[in-house]
């Protein structure tokens, strides 16, 4: 007869708000281990850790998207837990309205739509339409999103010439129907409104207008590769033509996190604030290599992490010519924009590219002007550049146990999964180390000790990890950890 399982210990959450969340994962875990069929330890861990961090976090998680952050929440775990956040939504009705009908399907906002609207419709949707004559996966853009897309082009002289966009059915699925599946869930996501997401603005005084009080400067990374010879003339060639196809002034210099973004500088004093947009823009061949050699979490982290709310993703070029690729560029787009909250941009080419900045640039001059009257002593104030660039810099510092981690990752069978499991038990060297030293003598138990503590970490990789840190070296150093 097996043992039984040990009792479940209620943890103390550390924010009220998240009270409930965490009661709720609580209890399934424990309803899952009263199940006939039992539970897999595998997932009695993970429900462990998402659980700790969960009780754990400093901000509140309101929603599927804010869950699916949380370190250790992954696919499954979102899947158990969508029927609580779909519930809060409809228990909590505001005062004076109906309850609200479930939704169907709702893609975000098409971003690219709004920054290709030059000579005619955007060339991505138009490639969507032909690619999905004969598909049945269609989803329809829900009122919301006509909403998104009529403030998008306010004041664009050619808005009454596309307004029938605003019926057009969004085959956003062709990313995942190219690859022979009409089947996909698409999470539940917050769509911008105008009216209650009001982004952090620049300072105001007295009455005064945004284009009166400030100029907003596009500005590009000085490393962009725009296909010339030079990266600065690149760069410095795209920004003549952006500036004078659209006038807008656009600059160059070297940024510390993406590719491009957007600051108000103030007429008078010269001041400059970061606007609470950036984006990255990767080339297909560009995303495909940095897919494989782990760059591209990287770099996506950083911008989550730099403090601007709106983050863009721009991949140019067809990821169908991308050898070898195609299917990994897609699965990380769609992964990209539905479970990291980024707006997924595409275009063609560095041409399409151009005129992308340039009609981006003109739609966040618009939201500016009509929403910088409305702001109010509580609203979230645009970070100066150079505090924006402090805080990136700072960024990249790394601690002690990122560092061992990355050393750990260079031990052959040693993945990062196994090196972020090993210094959740031992954040350092030294206190790897100390176990070892405690077992001093017991060479097997020295080799087996990583393997014993997690499943996450085989045999091989246990042992090479040892022979690193434990070795004859080590031995004949006459190390002391006492």
Request: some cysteine; hydrophobic content about 35%.
């Amino acid at each position: 007869m097996a043992a039984p399982a040990p009792a479940l210990m209620q943890l103390k959450v550390r924010i009220p708000e998240n009270e409930e969340v965490a009661r709720c994962l609580h209890e399934k875990r424990l309803s899952m281990r009263e199940q006939p069929a039992g539970f897999k330890e595998h997932l009695d861990r993970t429900f462990a850790k998402a659980y700790r961090n969960v009780c754990a976090a400093n901000e509140p998680i309101r929603t599927l998207k804010e869950f699916s952050k949380i370190n250790g929440v992954g696919p499954w775990l979102i899947r158990c837990m969508k029927g609580f956040f779909a519930e809060s939504k409809h228990d909590s009705p505001a005062k004076g309205k109906k309850t609200r009908v479930p939704k169907c399907c709702v893609t975000k906002k098409k971003t690219a739509a709004s920054a290709s609207l030059g000579k005619g419709p955007p060339s991505n949707l138009n490639c969507q339409n032909a690619q999905f004559s004969s598909s049945q996966g269609t989803l329809e853009l829900q009122p919301s999103g006509k909403t998104v897309c009529l403030i998008l082009f306010m004041d664009k002289p050619c808005a009454a010439q596309y307004c029938p966009f605003y019926n057009f059915q969004l085959q956003y699925a062709d990313f995942f129907l190219s690859q022979g599946s009409t089947d996909f869930n698409m999470l539940d996501k917050d769509v911008v409104s105008m009216n209650n997401c009001i982004l952090a603005m620049p300072p105001r005084q007295s009455s005064e207008e945004f284009l009166e009080a400030y100029e907003v400067v596009l500005i590009l990374d000085d490393r962009e590769n725009f296909g010339y010879c030079s990266r600065k003339v690149a760069s410095k060639k795209v920004a003549d033509n952006i500036g004078s196809q659209f006038n807008v002034p656009v600059e160059v210099k070297r940024l510390p996190v993406g590719d491009g973004i957007w600051i108000a500088r103030h007429k008078k004093n010269l001041t400059e604030y970061v606007l609470d947009f950036i984006v990255e823009r990767k080339n297909v061949a560009d995303l495909g290599s940095s897919i494989r050699d782990n760059r591209y979490k990287d770099q996506k982290t950083r911008l989550q992490r730099c403090g601007l709310r709106k983050l863009m993703y721009l991949v140019e070029g067809d990821p169908n010519t991308s050898k070898g690729s195609a299917a990994s560029i897609k699965t990380a787009c769609f992964t990209t924009e539905i479970f990291e909250g980024f707006d997924v941009l595409r275009t063609n080419g560095y041409t399409d590219t151009m005129r992308t900045y340039g009609y981006l640039t003109l739609s966040i001059m618009d939201y500016y002007s009509t929403n910088f009257c409305r702001l109010d002593k509580s609203a979230c104030i645009c970070p100066t550049y150079d505090e924006f660039e402090r805080h990136c810099h700072c960024l990249q510092k790394r601690t002690v146990s990122q560092i061992f981690a990355l050393q750990l990752m260079q031990v052959p069978q040693v993945t990062e999964k196994v090196a972020l499991t090993v210094i959740e038990f031992y954040p350092t060297l030294f206190s790897l180390a100390r176990a070892y030293s405690m077992l001093e003598g017991d060479i097997h138990a020295q080799e087996e000790m990583l393997k014993n503590k997690s499943k996450m970490i085989n045999a091989g990789a246990s042992r090479n990890i040892f022979r690193l840190v434990w070795g004859d070296g080590c031995q004949s150093s006459g190390l002391i950890l006492d």
